[in-house]
């Protein structure tokens, strides 16, 4: 385990200083950092391998279309495919950078459709956060999990088992 900085404070406690990412945390232990490497190689190279079909399908798809003749019904289809595809991309992408820190999206599948609805991309297809959040600031922000989950009940829930049945349908 990796030496921490540890000072005591106005109590007496001692304050741990935290290193303030994770890649922090990386550097400071190359034992440490050579094992997540090693645990999510594989992962990475599942995730290039995916692009680069991705991509090389991509080409296929644009070298067909090239080749076919115009307004022919291959030329139609292949070009509904291609848009499909580079919306799937567009979309993967979104949602990727939504969900990271800083971004604090609630709901990225709403913020999308919102996002296509108001054109709130930029020439390369980079979306405007900060437009969006101008647009629907309820959907972003920190997503805190409610502190009480029964409250509001009034009565427990009623029991399902077989005397309980017996002694209602009985009239106790």
Same mark, same amino acid.
């Given at each position: 385990?990796?030496?921490?900085?540890?000072?005591?404070?106005?109590?007496?406690?001692?304050?741990?200083?935290?290193?303030?990412?994770?890649?922090?945390?990386?550097?400071?232990?190359?034992?440490?950092?050579?094992?997540?490497?090693?645990?999510?190689?594989?992962?990475?190279?599942?995730?290039?391998?995916?692009?680069?079909?991705?991509?090389?399908?991509?080409?296929?798809?644009?070298?067909? &279309? *090239?080749?076919?003749?115009?307004?022919?019904?291959?030329?139609?289809?292949?070009?509904? =495919? @291609?848009? +499909?595809? $580079? %919306?799937?991309?567009?979309?993967?992408?979104?949602?990727?950078?939504?969900?990271?820190?800083?971004?604090?999206?609630?709901?990225?599948?709403?913020?999308?459709? &919102? *996002?296509?609805?108001?054109?709130?991309?930029?020439?390369?297809?980079?979306?405007?956060? =900060? @437009?969006? +959040?101008? $647009? %629907?600031?309820?959907?972003?922000?920190?997503?805190?999990?409610?502190?009480?989950?029964?409250?509001?009940?009034?009565?427990?829930?009623?029991?399902?088992?077989?005397?309980?049945?017996?002694?209602?349908?009985?009239?106790?």
């Amino acid at each position: 385990m990796p030496e921490q900085n540890v000072t005591p404070n106005q109590q007496g406690e001692q304050n741990v200083e935290k290193p303030e990412t994770f890649e922090a945390i990386l550097e400071k232990d190359p034992k440490i950092k050579e094992l997540y490497e090693q645990h999510t190689a594989s992962l990475l190279n599942t995730v290039k391998a995916t692009r680069d079909e991705r991509d090389g399908l991509k080409g296929q798809v644009k070298d067909l &279309l *090239a080749k076919s003749e115009k307004g022919s019904e291959n030329e139609r289809m292949l070009t509904e =495919a @291609l848009q +499909k595809l $580079e %919306a799937t991309e567009r979309r993967a992408t979104f949602v990727e950078e939504a969900v990271k820190p800083g971004i604090d999206c609630r709901n990225p599948k709403a913020t999308y459709a &919102l *996002a296509v609805t108001i054109d709130a991309f930029d020439r390369k297809g980079n979306p405007d956060w =900060a @437009l969006l +959040k101008k $647009e %629907a600031p309820e959907l972003f922000g920190k997503i805190t999990p409610p502190a009480h989950g029964g409250s509001g009940t009034e009565t427990p829930p009623e029991a399902k088992d077989m005397n309980s049945q017996i002694r209602r349908a009985a009239g106790r």
